[in-house]
């Protein structure tokens, strides 16, 4: 502060310095900085810590109260710049906040006092003084958005918040928004206030449609749309908008959504091999070989139509299949069936002598059914104790042991 | 690990013949002189003194330091961040090598442009494909000066590289000075 106020010139140059009556000039200035300080809502400490730092211990001004400060001020100080009293009323906020600034700068300050002065430091006495910052001028009701409407690099004489940022040297503060490199690195959220993506939404609004009705649920969206395609898009920084990743589709369907019958979805999987999901009931086509998406997509289209058409084709050679060729155990024409056929058969026979039932109604009798299931189980499932036990009951429950 | 080759041992049977040709004998000399007793052999990784980025101390502590100058390389990540921003730096992206070649061109030239004039480092954000050069200004130079610099920068710059060049310019009196050492 008193540096800007021209008080060191003073202090160099004047020899002689001109007799006024203390009590007066004490007065003076105890009226017109208070005042000056209780106006601008502005820590005292600092301008004394400023000023001490060129002249006597700090730690001494810090302890003291405002107005005992400028009294020590004027007193120690009183015959080298009771001259410009007058312009000590005339204080602005600038100098108080070039005082402010050069106050709170972190760190150790030993360097200026100690050795020789470093070209790096800044001229000692700057003759242009920075104008009054953005943020000292705005007002409180102020419209953020139209003051921060797009992404930007962090700027201190725009944003009026006291944000630091960095680490803190040993007793030391972190280092403040004033040419701070580590907050003009960081992505800002500045421009996405609230308000301001409440305004976006209320004008994009116009744009929407409502959800169709029908649409609901994630089931009747499953149902209208059983195809699912994925692509990805990458926003990339660079010249170029093309990424490699994104020409890769992915081609998702339920097979229960396709027409199948029985011959016609065994085939399938046998053509898409591990393409197909048994848990989730879902069949996924990833096409990748072609440098666009387009021509991946098609791909994948001509894909699925390929396999649901040669699905339900049936080649000649595929009536020569036999059970040792097939992937699941198939209880119709097999031994196990005429094996219980004909015991059952038998069973009738010795009873009421002679049996007049068909093949087929014994077959579709309910405990002939429960027996079927629980061989198919255990056959296709594996020999675990849940098909050992159901195969158990069931044979029980044929021969009427329970 | 050091494999030390006895070459004075060497030398006591070798010597005599091969000390008869006068290069050989300066050779020889040389070698079982104290300074070269015996050849050193280092089998593992050199011996790891960091010193990349670290300012040496003055004899006055009064070197100043920003806050860039003072956090050495490997605080990256903890105590500042990086200087350049995009999204070719991500986990398997493409394009590390060629948006890093570009970004050392735009800092020589920007250093060349405002010689003297930068108070710290360039910072590089890109999004999309606009390209976002943060710059702290010192006030060396008058303002109209500056005014053509930055436009002759960006156009420059957006025809070199192909994309949308922006300057985001900041101004400080003087360096911003984090410690001195």
Redesign the interface.
Known sequence: MFRSLGMRGIWRTEKDPPKIRLIDALLATLLALSELLLQRKYCPLEVAADWSTQTASRKLWCEIPSVTIMAAVCRNTFPCWSRRLQTSLCINYNSLQRASSLAQTPGNQRGPQRGRRRRDDGPASPSRRPMVPRAARMAEDQDWPSVWPTAATFKPSAVPLPVRMGFPLNRGVQPDKIGNNELRKIPNFLHLTPVAVKRHCEVLKQFCTDWPAALETDESCEEHFPLEVITTDYVLSGPSLRHPEARIVTLKLKLSQLELDDHARKKLLKLVGDRYDKETDTLTITADGCPHRKQNYDYTQYLLTVLYLEAWKTEPWEASITPEDRDEFLWEGSPSEQNIVSTIKAIQEAEKGSSDVTQDEIVQNPDVQLYKQAVVNQKNQGEGSEQVQGYKDSVKRLLGLN | MWFQVPISHCESKMAAPMARIPSCAELLRVLVSHRAPSRLLHATAACQKAQAGKYKI???????L???MA?PPH?IGV?????S????NLWE???AA??TFEDMFVRKFLQGTFHNCL???I?I?????T??V?I?LL?KLDPQKYYFLLGYTETLLSHF???VVKL?V?V?????????I
């Open positions: 003055s004899k006055d502590g009064n070197k100043p920003t806050y860039e956090n605080f105590r500042k961040s990086w200087n921003w995009h999204t070719s992206q493409p394009g060629d948006r108070a710290d480092e910072i954000k890109r999004r999309h494909n390209v976002y943060a702290l006030r590289l192909k994309c985001e900041s400080v009196p003087r360096k911003v000075v984090y410690k001195y």
